[in-house]
T-cell receptor, first 111, second 114 residues
Framework: QKEVEQNSGPLSVPEGAIASLNCTYS??????FFWYRQYSGKSPELIMF????GDKEDGRFTAQLNKASQYVSLLIRDSQPSDSATYLC???????????FGQGTELSVKP | DAGVTQSPTHLIKTRGQQVTLRCSPK?????VSWYQQALGQGPQFIFQ???????QRGNFPDRFSGHQFPNYSSELNVNALLLGDSALYLC?????????????FGPGTRLLVL
């Protein structure tokens, strides 16, 4: 079992729709959870982080964390073609240090 | 405010050679982490430096070594290069605030080993 699992996709959504990206993790002791966006040929860019159970909203993005189910998700509202990228979920066992990444989910937003 | 910078952007080496990659952290950041990202995969943690010491290390062989300087910049050295070392090498800088650390990535160095 991988430590952090994501559906590799591609996930295709029409412009204006809600994109839902999911991530599960195996270490129940994980403390910090991050979503990064990576455009093709570029480096990862931080979108959001979440530490507590529940929802955290930032503009069009909402991160959701359920520690009991070991599940973290990212919702992108009003998806735009510019949101087309690979989304990486990362988990930290402590509050700092090593980030463990999933393999990423490729999102394609069609005009 | 300059972000994380890395040099060089691209590098081509042959098997058995040695390589040094460089990273300057974002202003105000004192911690540097290095990751290796193979094509189609998520980044894999190599190690993290704080106060010029290796604080944490991932599952990489001793061929991978690093250093952090007093100005917080860092180097990653890889000896005896293998074909499998071809990857995007990412540097991330961070600092602790409240109870958390958030890592911000540089543009990366793309290494090709022939």
């Amino acid at each position: 079992q991988k430590e952090v699992e994501q559906n590799s996709g591609p996930l295709s959504v029409p412009e204006g729709a809600i994109a839902s990206l999911n991530c599960t993790y195996s270490d129940r002791g994980s403390q910090s959870f991050f979503w990064y966006r990576q455009y093709s040929g570029k480096s990862p860019e931080l979108i959001m982080f979440i530490y507590s159970n529940g929802d955290k909203e930032d503009g069009r993005f909402t991160a959701q964390l359920n520690k009991a189910s070991q599940y973290v998700s990212l919702l992108i509202r009003d998806s735009q073609p510019s949101d087309s990228a690979t989304y990486l979920c990362a988990v930290n066992r402590n509050q700092g240090g090593k980030l463990i990444f999933g393999q990423g989910t490729e999102l394609s937003v069609k005009p | 405010d300059a972000g994380v910078t890395q040099s060089p952007t691209h590098l081509i080496k042959t098997r058995g050679q040695q390589v040094t990659l460089r990273c300057s952290p974002k202003s105000g950041h004192d911690t540097v982490s290095w990751y290796q990202q193979a094509l189609g995969q998520g980044p894999q943690f190599i190690f993290q430096y704080y106060e010029e010491e290796e604080r944490q290390r991932g599952n990489f062989p001793d061929r991978f070594s690093g250093h952090q300087f007093p100005n917080y910049s860092s180097e990653l050295n890889v000896n005896a290069l293998l074909l499998g070392d071809s990857a995007l090498y990412l540097c991330a800088s961070s600092f602790w605030q409240d109870r958390s650390e958030t890592q911000y990535f540089g543009p990366g160095t793309r290494l090709l080993v022939l």
